[in-house]
T-cell receptor, first 116, second 111 residues
Framework: KAGVTQTPRYLIKTRGQQVTLSCSPI?????VSWYQQTPGQGLQFLFE???????NKGNFPGRFSGRQFSNSRSEMNVSTLELGDSALYLCASSSVPGQGMNTEAFFGQGTRLTVV | KQEVTQIPAALSVPEGENLVLNCSFTDSAIYNLQWFRQDPGKGLTSLLLIQSSQREQTSGRLNASLDKSSGRSTLYIAASQPGDSATYLCAVFRNNNDMRFGAGTRLTVKP
């Protein structure tokens, strides 16, 4: 059974540009959550999608958005990139919404975004 | 607001030692708590999941305990090995369906 796949693994962008990151959950999982990890702030929750609907959102500006497709694959978009957006972006999948409720969250290896 | 604290921030031990990592959280209204391992530059690997109604979980050399009333969890690693070197993160799953992480404990096990 394939794990959570995130693409690309590494990305370098310039300030002001936009970026799209992709996450394919474990087959059969319909919940995908996104997290940002930085040395200063640690791991922070961005948002969760289940059945193409955003169920929950963390405390991030509107420049961060996402969507989920009918095959449960999810994309995260960051517009007008800032230097502070440089981070490891992780996605996690689970079989039920509200991941962590009676089930484990499975993480991908992440996309390391560097904004220069 | 849920805050998750992990102590110590870093730990270095000789191979073979037993060790304890600590995690504390401020809001006891959690569904469960999960311990993860993260190797440099990589994603998270789930180690143990403890439901809010449980007191502990064991997997191999790992044992995690949960005391909701005091807002504490510990991860016990027996007979540590160099391959255990990694950052260990605890995460609490809150009632509003999001996950809050501690900053992690960076463990180094020296051969």
């Amino acid at each position: 059974k394939a794990g959570v796949t995130q693409t690309p693994r590494y990305l370098i962008k310039t300030r002001g540009q936009q970026v799209t990151l992709s996450c394919s959950p474990i087959s059969g999982h319909r919940s995908v959550s996104w997290y940002q990890q930085t040395p200063g702030q640690g791991l922070q929750f961005l948002f969760e999608y289940f059945s193409e609907t955003q169920r929950n959102k963390g405390n991030f500006p509107g420049r961060f958005s996402g969507r989920q497709f009918s095959n449960s694959r999810s994309e995260m978009n960051v517009s007008t990139l800032e230097l502070g957006d440089s981070a490891l972006y992780l996605c996690a999948s689970s079989s039920v919404p509200g991941q962590g409720m009676n089930t484990e969250a499975f993480f991908g290896q992440g996309t390391r975004l560097t904004v220069v | 607001k849920q805050e998750v604290t992990q102590i110590p921030a870093a730990l270095s031990v000789p191979e073979g030692e037993n060790l304890v990592l600590n995690c504390s959280f401020t809001d006891s209204a959690i569904y469960n708590l999960q311990w993860f391992r993260q190797d440099p530059g990589k994603g998270l690997t789930s180690l143990l999941l403890i439901q809010s109604s449980q007191r502990e979980q064991t997997s191999g050399r790992l044992n995690a305990s949960l005391d909701k009333s005091s807002g504490r969890s510990t991860l016990y690693i027996a007979a540590s090995q160099p391959g255990d070197s990694a950052t260990y993160l605890c995460a609490v799953f809150r009632n509003n369906n999001d996950m809050r992480f501690g900053a992690g404990t960076r463990l180094t096990v020296k051969p």
